[in-house]
């Protein structure tokens, strides 16, 4: 039988924000679904969970999710150019600066 602290490790003390960024990966990576959660539902989360000896700032929590989120949008960019890298030109044209909600070019 594995305690709590064996299957979900405790990161943060209160007060201690730089711990986290390391909580939230760890939580999104085992419950995709919480991705979607404001601040204040992650606190309770990371809370009840383990993650954490108690209940964080929501203003460092929302900081620390805006970081995750960044990292996240990062590694899915990279691995994005690692795929494509070499096909550009043989039928296959990213315009990765465009934003999606333009037309393309030609559209009328």
Known sequence: MSTRSEA???????GESRDLLPALRDL?????????????ELQSALFVL???????DEAEIAAAVELARTDRLRALDQLLLRRFQGKVGRGLALDLSRRPTEEPKGAA
């Open 8 to 14: 979900t490790p405790s990161f943060s003390a209160p």
């Open 50 to 56: 383990g993650y954490v000896d108690g209940l964080a």
């Open 28 to 40: 999104y990576s085992r419950h995709p679904e919480m991705h979607d959660l404001a601040p204040w």
